[in-house]
């Protein structure tokens, strides 16, 4: 129970970069993204139902993945797959700093292309993050508190907007290659956290494999 409950801080920063999409983003989007498709100006709140679109299917894709992953190789344990997702998450912002550094250069918007690329990779690290912390919580937690503690892992929901509210007013003050690069160094410091306590976490929370002695289990046959 104690991991468990540390390790929500540092998921709930890591998912900053993910969240910002539903406040700074929009304001970031109206002014940088090409909108017009079609010859009709696209509101930019369409935009969210296209992360919509994209993480219904990133989510598939992401199962799909694995499945076919453990075909081949040994499936990642639950916290690898976390910490890989944070890392993509880190990621993700760079792609907005860098759209944000073309429209400074050029002073022109940039294609919505980007927003699709930023998406993909945004929803691929939060697939393995947010449906893969809930299946390690649900199962690790001690079954007495097991339905408390999956209801809490939704605390790290308030945790991320709780800082991207505090961050997003940030976005009036500072260019945009700057804002999303320091979401990008927030998130990266959250991967890097659960890097670095990984091989802990394993252990604590990744149950023994159970050890059978075939002699004993044959002990009537034999005797």
Known sequence: MTALLLLMPVLGVSLVGNFQI???YLLWAQLNYQLQVF???????WILSLGCIVGVATLAGSMLFWRW?????PEP???AKIVLGAFLMACAPLILAAASYVVASTGHRVSLGWAIVFELVN???????VPVG????????????????TGAFYVLFFVANMLVGWIGGFLDRMPGTE???LHSAVVFSAALVLLLARGALQRVLTPAAESIDPPALMGKSTA
């Open 77 to 79: 344990s639950e916290i």
């Open 69 to 73: 992953w453990s075909k081949r190789h």
């Open 39 to 45: 010859g009709m100006i696209m509101p930019v709140t």
């Open 123 to 129: 929803d691929f690290g939060y697939a393995n993050v």
């Open 179 to 181: 804002f999303w690069l």
């Open 22 to 24: 539903f406040n700074a």
């Open 134 to 149: 809930l299946a390690l919580y649900s199962r690790s937690a001690p079954k007495a508190v097991g339905g408390m503690m």
